[in-house]
């Protein structure tokens, strides 16, 4: 063991409120807006394949050049309430957006920079609207901020002179006046997404990060912030030293999930965020260049994250004008209608404490003990489910979610292990089987206790 100083700051798992309303929410909806939207990946004609919101490294623009596009930005089509009505009905509780990436904009008027949205033809608090309209539609805004800056004359990789050291004094003061102006500006936001946090100049400032957390913990109370913000004395970035997590959350799941078998991710809280194409956070004109994930992949993976005590914030790229394109439209269709349908194996629930079988995942309703969710992505060529449950489980009764007054027919293989047949699911989706035990399901519940 280390001698940590600058290392976690809050208890793991959190039991307040504010982060059992994190943790309920389980899918939420990223949203990656700057400047990156309007050439969105294509420059002097060249489609650069490359993540569209790096397409200032990519195509090597200076900065000079890539600023010159806040002149440009007047998202016209930009209707804050349709795109909460559509964030809504896709089944969202929470949504995390962009306030400023690595380019340096600022979506928010912010009285430390030129370089925000102020200085736009739209003019308006994009940001703010943005907010209130999701918050009008029931759902919680987090922020995304990063650290890095490309726009900022102090911003420094490393710290190799003095003028360096100077430099990022002035970057860490700037940082914390913008993180403590978008709390003020926006109180009824539930937490910080940072990004952005991964160089050495970062990294050789861990006590600033862990005193920045408690200071804007103190300021916001309830405020959940995920692990990428911190970095301990040593340079030990999402966990300390000594392996324990930093911030609120895990937030190292960026396009990639855990092993859906894996049992040690679900210890603690955590996030996975994703993208619809397989790297495009921002818009890029181009969706041919990649697979584009349907809508049965990105169910799949939010009810693997639920499955495993995990969140999912599945990313959006609005368009330069302000809308969203046809595809994105068409996948939060398909989704919600799948949620509308099937949104009690995912809100509220988590882990079930057994051991994934091969037909899909086991999901469990936090209030609820003798109550669990199989959701099926592989139907048996039987259609028997082989359920594996905790020794002394006895299933009362089956059903499929759909069809709640028709019980499964159940056969007891041993000790809490049965075969539960359903032959005739006509549905071509992921469908939820419920189970309802006798008794109450002590070794999760237990296991709940340790975690
Ligand atoms: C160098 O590899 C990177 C660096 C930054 C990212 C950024 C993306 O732009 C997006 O904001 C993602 C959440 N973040 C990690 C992704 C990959």
Known sequence: EKE??????????????????????????????????????VWKGKTYEYAAEFLKSSAGISTATWDSLQYQFNPIKFNAMAWAKMAKAMGVKYATITTKHHEGFCLWPSEYTDFDIENTPYGKDLLGEFIEAYNAEGIDVS?????????????RYKL???????????????????????????????????????????KDNGQFSYELEKKLKEKHPGLVVNSRMRADEYGSRHFDSNGVLMGDYESGYERRLPNPWDIEVTKNDWECCMTIPENQWGYHKDWTLTHIKTANELIEMLVQCTSQNGNFLLNFGPTGEGDFREEEVKLAKEIGDWMDDNSSAIYNCGYAGLKKQGWGYFTQNNDSETTINMVVFNKPINGKYRVKLNKGSVIKKAYLLSKPDKALDLEEISNGEYFIEAKKVKTKDPFVIIIELENKDSKKFHQKALT
């Open 160 to 202: 190799n002179s003095e003028e360096d050291k100077e430099a990022f004094e002035r970057l860490k003061i700037f940082t914390k006046n913008q993180l403590l102006e978008l709390l003020d500006r926006y109180p009824t936001v539930k937490g910080l997404w940072f990004d952005g946090t991964w160089d050495q100049c970062w």
């Open 4 to 41: 940590v100083k600058y290392g976690q700051i809050t208890e793991l798992p959190r039991q307040d409120d504010a982060m059992k309303k994190w943790r309920s929410n389980r899918f939420g909806q990223f949203i990656h807006w700057g400047l990156y939207a309007i050439p969105g990946g």
């Open 143 to 155: 922020l995304y901020y990063s650290v890095l800056d490309w726009h900022h004359p102090d911003w």
